[in-house]
């Protein structure tokens, strides 16, 4: 009989997206492949579309700007959906940026398409058939944010290649990654790279 722990696997391209279905009890491992690569994180209950994970209800239930090891993430139902099981990175995340975006973009001075964490997530969404008016605030795993006297700065992410954190579900989820397409600002290193997104069953 053959071991099978991984029950689904994906590469996220870079500046892309992918999706996967867990189940309770079940862990996503997002691993960055390639190092210095955002991924942005949104989750939808699988038999209720109006919950999903919120960034605002995390840091109002659990009165900080992310969770550690052994919290986790809130839907906006005030439900713990997921938890933070392993962090085998350097630990700098972020949960205060919205997803990128073709406004951002337009913002920054792109006057041609780029990619974006929001056109890819619903480019993912779509694909289960959730199709929110509002996009979630994602979880930026990954994503260093220095934080001083009130400001914001974002850095390049601190992770070498291989690093991952797991995540255990709580309720069964559809999960959203993208391998964010942030190439204007140096939160990606130097060049958008790949994210590894798996599903590992208990
Ligand atoms: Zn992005």
């Known amino acids: 009989m053959n071991e099978k722990p991984y029950l689904d696997t994906k590469t996220i391209a870079p500046q ?9 009890g079940s862990r996503l491992k997002i691993t960055d492949l390639d190092g210095e690569q955002v991924a942005d994180l949104f989750a939808v209950s699988c038999c209720n579309f109006d919950e999903y ?10 009165y900080k700007l992310f969770p550690k090891t052994g ?7 005030y439900r713990q959906i997921l938890t933070i ?9 972020d949960m205060l940026y919205c997803a ?16 974006s964490c929001s056109d890819n997530f619903r480019i993912a969404a779509t694909e289960f058939n959730w199709h929110p008016e509002v996009i979630p605030d994602p979880v930026n795993i990954f994503q260093y944010t220095q934080i001083t006297a009130g400001k914001m700065t ?30 204007l600002e140096p939160i990606n ?6 994210i590894k997104i798996e599903i590992i069953h208990n």
Request: hydrophobic share 30%; with cysteine; aromatic share 6%.
């Open 16 to 24: 892309s997206g992918g999706w996967l279905k867990i189940n309770q």
């Open 53 to 62: 994970l919120s960034v605002g209800t995390t840091r109002a239930a659990l």
């Open 71 to 77: 919290e986790g993430f809130f839907s906006n139902k």
């Open 85 to 93: 099981e392993r962090d085998d990175s350097p630990g700098t995340h």
């Open 100 to 115: 990128c975006s073709t406004e951002m973009y337009q913002k920054m001075g792109i006057n041609g398409y780029h990619n």
């Open 154 to 183: 974002p850095l390049p992410a601190q992770t070498k290649a291989g690093d991952s954190i797991t995540l255990k579900a709580e309720i069964d989820l559809y999960i959203i990654v993208t391998a964010c397409s942030m190439d």
């Open 189 to 194: 290193g130097t060049q958008c790279s790949r």
